[in-house]
Structure formats: C-alpha cells, structure tokens
C-alpha cells in the first residue's frame, strides 16, 4: 500500500502532527541538519518532496532530504530515519 502525494493538504498534516507531537526531534532536525546552534523555538512550516521548511527563531531555514520522496509514507519513513541517523549525544 503506497501513502498520498505530498501536496499542501499532506504537507500541513504532516507539519502539524509535527510541531503537536515531536517537537524535539524538529529541534534535533535544526540542530544536526541545519547547523544552528541552540535554536529557542524551531516551527514545521512545510514539507516537500525535496526538503523541509522550519522557521528556526524568526529565521527560515531548508534542510533538503537525502532522496526525493515518493508520498506520505516514505515522508514518514524518512523523517524517523533522520532521527535514528543522529549521533548520540547530538541534541
């Protein structure tokens, strides 16, 4: 079974089971990803088939995916992915 396109819809539910529920890990992302050293406030704003938008402070940022994302459920996949590739001890 394949999961929906990344369309805005997609995107906006995605950003905001996101920033509801694991707002550590959109730190984790802007931290280790991004290269911003100890953001405050870190907000999804959007996601892509090629990257993720995160305003970091009052400041934008991308931090684009290693692949571009084929729906909703590779989306899912990737981004836990992302958290299980961090160092430990990165946040």
């Not at 704003?45 to 940022?61: A, N, R, T, Y």
């Not at 290693?66 to 992915?81: E, G, I, P, Y």
Request: proline share 5%.
């Amino acid at each position: 079974m394949t999961g929906q396109p990344i369309n805005k819809e997609i995107s906006q539910r995605i950003c905001d089971h996101m920033n509801s529920d694991h707002k550590d890990s959109i730190l984790k992302y802007v931290i280790y990803y991004g290269h911003i050293k100890n953001p405050k406030i870190a907000h999804m704003l959007e996601i892509s088939p090629d990257e993720m938008k995160i305003d970091v402070d009052g400041e934008v940022i991308c931090i684009p995916f290693k692949h571009t994302l084929l729906d909703s459920k590779d989306a899912h996949r990737t981004l836990v992915q992302m958290i299980k590739e961090l160092p430990i001890g990165s946040s």
